[in-house]
């Protein structure tokens, strides 16, 4: 098990709080442990480190249509359904405009709606923008 400690930085933003901000190679480099203990002040947050959008990100930071790039993983939670905390990494990039964040998304190059897989080879990074646009098209278009 490994532990990151930062200070809180908790605010509401659409239905999720946020709790801390950590450079991505900081993250990224614990993918595959089972639980990460990740503390603001002293509270822990158990995250499991072995999603295959932690994968992905490893593999490339950069929206494939856009080239946008993730800069920046903020430790979120929400409460599942059950009223369970469910405390995750979303990888943000800042946007050069206006500096708003940018969610990063895992994108399946052949969709799973047309028989697509989990695999590897078919995921690529997106931000949500270009992912929103391309649906479940086989291609995005910029």
């Known amino acids: 098990m490994s532990a990151i400690r930062q200070q809180p930085k908790a605010k ?8 801390g901000e ?41 929206c494939c249509v856009c080239g946008l790039r993730g800069s920046v993983m903020r430790l979120e939670y929400s409460y599942h359904q059950r009223g369970q905390l469910r405390p995750h990494f979303n990888l943000y990039a800042i946007n050069p ?11 399946h190059i052949i969709p ?9 080879d078919n995921l ?11 649906g479940n098209k086989l291609h995005a278009s910029s």
């Open 22 to 62: 950590y450079k991505p190679e900081d993250i990224l480099a614990l993918y595959g442990d089972h639980d990460a203990i990740f503390y603001a002040g002293d509270f822990p947050y158990s995250v499991h480190m072995d999603s295959l959008r932690y994968r992905t990100f490893i593999q490339s930071l950069e």
């Open 124 to 134: 690529q990074t997106m931000c949500s923008p270009c992912n929103a646009k391309k």
């Open 112 to 120: 799973v709606s047309k028989d697509g897989t989990d695999a590897e």
């Open 12 to 19: 509401g933003w659409r239905g999720m709080c946020v709790v």
């Open 97 to 107: 405009e206006n500096g708003t964040y940018v969610l990063m998304t895992k994108d």
